[in-house]
C-alpha cells in the first residue's frame, strides 16, 4: 500500500532533515526532489555555460536519471542558485514530474520534499506538511553548513542568496513555492530540529497510526 507524506518549504528550512527523519522512523523511502533541479543546474553549467539558454536546458531535463542524484558536487550556492533558475521553466518541471509521481507511488510509503508537492507534484498525498523559517535563521544555518564545508562565503551573502531564491521560488507563474491549503505549517524559527521532527512525526503518525 502506498503512504505518501509530502514536505515543502523554503530553502534552508530544516525540511530536508525532517523528511529524512520521518522516512527513517517509518521505513519509508526519501526523495529529496531538489536534487532533480539540481542536477539540470549543475549539468547545464557545465554543458551550456551561465545563459542556462531555455531550449538547451529543456532538452537536459528530460535526461535526468536516479543515477545523477548520487553526484557529489549538487550542494553548492552556484549550482543552488542554477536549480533555482531552471526551476523557472515549465517544460523543465513537467519533465521530472513523472519520476516523481512513479517515486511516490511505490509500495511501502514515501516521503518527497521540495516546492510544490503538496499543491501539484501529490495533492492527494496523505500527510503534507510545510517546513518554515524566517530568512535570517536560515541564512545563519545555510551559512554554518557551507562554512563547515569549507565553502568561503560570507553571512550576507548568504541571506542575499537565500532571498534571491525564496523571490525566484515563489514568484515564478508555474508551481511556485507555496504551502498547500491543508498543509499542517510548522515554523522552525525558534523550534530546534529535534522538536521540529518529533512535530513532524506526530503528525504522520495521526494520519498512518
Ligand atoms: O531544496 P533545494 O534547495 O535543493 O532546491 C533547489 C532549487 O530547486 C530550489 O531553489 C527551487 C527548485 N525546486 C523546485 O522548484 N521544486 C521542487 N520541488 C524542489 C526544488
Do not use: N
Amino acid at each position: 500500500m502506498s503512504f505518501v507524506v509530502a514536505i515543502d518549504g523554503p530553502a534552508a528550512a530544516g525540511k530536508g532533515t525532517v523528511a529524512k527523519a520521518v522516512a527513517a522512523h517509518f521505513g519509508f523511502a526519501h526523495l529529496d526532489t531538489g536534487l532533480l533541479y539540481r542536477v539540470v543546474g549543475r549539468v547545464a553549467l557545465e554543458k551550456i555555460g551561465p545563459s542556462l539558454e531555455e531550449d538547451a536546458v529543456i532538452a537536459l531535463a528530460t535526461e535526468v536519471s536516479e543515477a545523477d542524484l548520487e553526484r557529489d558536487d549538487l550542494r553548492t550556492a552556484a549550482v543552488a542558485q542554477a536549480a533555482s533558475k531552471v526551476a523557472v521553466i515549465p517544460e523543465v518541471r513537467e519533465a521530472l514530474v513523472t519520476f516523481q509521481q512513479t517515486f511516490a507511488a511505490r509500495a511501502g510509503g514515501a516521503v518527497l520534499d521540495g516546492r510544490d508537492i503538496g499543491t501539484v507534484i501529490c495533492p492527494d498525498a496523505d500527510v503534507k506538511l510545510f517546513v518554515t523559517a524566517s530568512a535570517e535563521v536560515r541564512a545563519e544555518r545555510r551559512y554554518k553548513e557551507l562554512a563547515a564545508r569549507g565553502e568561503e562565503t560570507d553571512f550576507d551573502t548568504v541571506l542575499a542568496d537565500v532571498q534571491a531564491r525564496d523571490a525566484r521560488d515563489s514568484e515564478r507563474d508555474v508551481a511556485p513555492l507555496a504551502a498547500a491549503e491543508d498543509a499542517i505549517v510548522l515554523d522552525t524559527s525558534e523550534m530546534s530540529i529535534d522538536d521540529a521532527v518529533a512535530a513532524a512525526i506526530a503528525a504522520v503518525d495521526a494520519r498512518h497510526g
